[in-house]
């Protein structure tokens, strides 16, 4: 099946830095990539939908100035954490839809990207 | 907007028990449906999906039926084990993938 790399998957940082998180597809196209954060126990919660050569959109109550996201190509996606404080430690998570079939919407998910901030 | 409710968890069963695990959605367009499974440790990988109503996604025995007079796609398994002991999310792909807030199976032997 298709495969999307997420990277780094562990990542400590101090307060007041920014951490970017790299989401690869590796054999397919994604003109679409999705950013989700989990919390504990939780559900994955929709940051916002990254799509290739344009502005992502983001759900409401996720600060766009705060969270960062790139997708320069059809098979990069980044978020990137600015000015990170200790309420920003969670697990992250990306996922794509392969552009070759679009019919059925089926996500990758990467890996997760597990984010602390001390 | 689009949404996905699912039963609260834990679900607790023994080994060979039957298993159910419910899901309804709402959506204005025609969405396609999927379970995805995280096991301990793990990401999220795909169980089964079902594109359209009446059809029957299955995989590893376990079976859901888009229902579109009911707007379900209820989770189930005949005959579960102690490996099925996951966190299962149901989610609905139209514009965006929405997800429900996870169910967690334990399987005690």
Avoid at chain 1, 83 to 90: I, L, V
Avoid at chain 2, 43 to 67: I, P, V
Wanted: with cysteine; hydrophobic share 35%; charged share 20%.
């Amino acid at each position: 099946g298709a495969v999307v790399s997420q990277h780094p998957s562990w990542v400590i940082c101090k307060s007041g830095t920014s951490v970017k998180i790299e989401c690869r597809s590796l054999d397919f196209q994604a003109t679409t990539m999705f950013w989700y954060r989990q919390f504990p126990k939780q559900s994955l919660m929709l940051m916002a939908t990254s799509n290739e050569g344009s502005k992502a959109t983001y759900e409401q109550g996720v600060e766009k100035d705060k969270f960062l996201i790139n997708h320069a190509s059809l098979t990069l996606s980044t978020l990137t954490v600015t000015s990170a404080h200790p309420e920003d430690s969670s697990f992250y998570i990306c996922s794509a839809r392969d552009s070759g079939i679009l019919r059925t919407g089926e996500l990758f998910f990467g890996e997760g990207s597990r984010l602390t901030v001390l | 907007g689009d949404s996905v409710t699912q039963m609260e968890g834990p679900v607790t069963l023994s080994e060979e028990a039957f298993l159910t695990i419910n899901c309804t959605y709402t959506a204005t367009g025609y969405p396609s449906l999927f379970w995805y499974v995280q096991y301990p440790g793990e990401g999220l990988q795909l169980l089964l999906k079902a594109t359209k109503a009446d059809d029957k996604g299955s995989n590893k025995g376990f079976e859901a039926t888009y229902r579109k007079e009911t707007t379900s796609f209820h989770l189930e398994k005949g005959s579960v084990q102690v490996s099925d002991s996951a966190v299962y999310f149901c989610a609905l792909s139209d514009q965006k993938v929405i997800f429900g807030t996870g169910t967690r199976l334990q399987v005690f032997p």
